[in-house]
């Protein structure tokens, strides 16, 4: 695999933005052009993709791994969830945490390995 060159000469590895080498836009790592933003930082500004998919990509660590960039003008603002949403998550999350055998709710989910709490599996 070779490397970039830039134009002051340093070598910078990952540097595709036309895709000819990896397929797909490629930067290397802190290197995404204005206008691109990862699903972190996406989220972090509030926004979601939108339903696009990815334009470039950013690779490091010898391109074990990747981020996936997007669209800052195509991005949407994150969704608010409903209350009803909110009730059947809080539910949900209660379930997780309710020992089938005792019934107590307990400050951690309980293993799925024992569908049981700790404490009932320390008892059989």
């Not at 998919?53 to 409903?82: M, N």
């Not at 307990?106 to 024992?114: D, G, Q, T």
């Amino acid at each position: 695999m070779t490397d970039f060159t830039d134009h002051i000469g340093l070598r910078v590895r990952f540097y595709d933005p036309l895709g000819t080498r990896y397929g797909f836009p490629t930067f290397p790592y802190q290197s995404a052009p204005t206008g691109l933003a990862t699903r972190r930082q996406l989220r972090a500004a509030g926004l979601r993709p939108g339903g696009h998919d990815p334009v470039a990509q950013i690779l490091w660590r010898r391109g074990k791994r990747v981020a996936y960039l997007y669209r800052l003008d195509w991005a949407k603002p994150k969704r608010i969830a409903t209350p009803a949403q909110r009730d059947a998550i809080a539910k949900a999350l209660t379930a997780r945490r309710t020992c089938r055998y005792c019934g107590h709710v307990k400050p951690y989910y309980i293993p799925r390995r024992y569908g049981c709490c700790l404490d009932c599996h320390g008892g059989h």
